[in-house]
């Protein structure tokens, strides 16, 4: 009975980690967690599609939420409502448009650059602090700046 008692409890918290996710007060960052996922005028079915992402991993800003819809900007402005299921809290960041950027091997402007990623490459983010973000893009990993990159707050950290 013990054991049941202990799983009961494990299936409730493991129930309960999706439903805390989407208990988030915008504005916060997400990312798009399928490789096709729809915008709409509105928060629901019945609105006119907008626009359909096929870039899984995309960031986006989260600015307003109704029920299971949430109202987001993509990294050229753009919003639309898209259903909470089709989005993601995995961290991730697109390099921002002009010149390619740094990936150096230290979270400092003297480290060594291991690579320069293009315009519009799409990393996963963690552990940003003072300015920089590691970065994954592929099996390559590294630090950038926070400002050659769209998915992060200026002065916030990530952990």
């Not at 993509?74 to 639309?80: I, N, R, V, Y």
């Not at 150096?104 to 920089?132: F, L, N």
Request: net charge positive; glycine share 10%.
């Amino acid at each position: 009975m013990r054991g049941r008692g202990a799983l009961t409890a494990l299936l409730i918290v493991a129930a309960a980690a999706p439903a805390a996710a989407q208990d988030k007060q915008p504005p916060y960052w997400a990312s798009i967690a399928s490789g096709q996922a729809q915008t709409r005028t509105g928060p629901g079915k019945n609105y006119p599609a907008v626009w359909l992402y096929q870039r899984r991993d995309l960031p986006v800003r989260v600015v307003k939420k109704y029920e299971n819809w949430r109202l987001i900007q993509d990294p050229d402005g753009a919003q639309g409502w898209m259903l909470v299921t089709l989005l993601s809290d995995r961290r991730t960041a697109i390099v921002k448009p002009g010149q390619p950027r740094d990936i150096r091997v230290g979270a400092y402007d003297t480290a060594k650059v291991q690579y320069r990623a293009q315009p519009g490459v799409v990393g996963r983010i963690s552990k940003c602090s003072d300015g920089w973000c590691r970065i994954e893009v592929g099996k390559r990993e590294g630090y950038i700046r926070v400002s050659d990159v769209w998915g992060v707050g200026e002065n916030e950290a990530v952990d």
